[in-house]
């Protein structure tokens, strides 16, 4: 099977590129944002089925071994997969797991509450037995969820805030959600 691909992107399409490697084009799979052109090295995960073959390239291992993870629970398969990781960075997924905060990764394409919640239960205690590019210790913070839940009822959608409140609870230690939310609300005015 092929391990890892390094070459460069000829063609971008749907969800997946086109990878000159050799003389040699392979359609690849990918949740990265490329552009065309570019000089990449994948990871390359084989999915044999059926009727096909396809290979899903990931720029680290830790995409590699999240997209492995997510496709063993049960009404997850590669495409519900890559659609999860295409929407959400791999440690805010990380997060979400680790906390137990379903809505986030239900804000993916294809994916409610009930395959949200499964990922968690069945993902979730799987966490610590692998190597991901991500502090765990700054998952179970109990700051995190209340500050999504206040600015979630201020008007904010959560894909649009969580990568932010992730990055303010992981910056301030200790703080709590009255200090968490102006400091948010700070940052959103700032970045419009």
């Known amino acids: 099977m092929i391990g890892k691909l390094q070459g460069f992107v000829d063609y971008i399409g749907d ?5 000159m490697t050799g003389g040699v084009g392979y359609k690849v799979y990918t949740p990265e ?24 390239g990931f720029s680290t291992q830790s995409g590699q071994n999240l997209f492995n993870m997510l496709t063993t629970v049960s ?20 997060t979400a797991i680790a906390t137990g905060d379903a809505k986030t990764i239900a804000t993916a394409p294809g994916v409610g509450k009930k395959v949200a919640e499964k990922i968690i239960v069945e993902l ?3 966490m610590g037995g692998t190597s991901f590019e991500f502090d765990m210790g700054n998952a179970s913070g109990g700051a995190l969820p209340d500050l999504l839940a206040a600015l979630e009822s201020l008007g904010y ?6 990568d932010m409140a992730q990055k303010l609870v992981s910056q301030n230690p200790g703080a709590d ?4 939310v102006p400091m948010a609300l700070k940052e959103i005015s700032g970045a419009k």
């Open 75 to 94: 009404g997850v398969g590669p495409k519900v997969a890559m659609a999860i990781m295409g929407t959400i960075k791999t440690d805010t997924l990380m």
């Open 15 to 19: 969800g997946f590129i086109i990878l």
């Open 157 to 162: 959608r959560r894909m649009d805030i969580v």
């Open 33 to 56: 944002i490329l552009t065309s052109g570019a000089n990449v090295t994948l990871w390359i995960e084989t999915v044999v089925r059926e009727d096909s073959i396809r290979l899903f």
């Open 124 to 126: 979730k205690n799987k």
């Open 177 to 180: 959600v009255a200090k968490l």
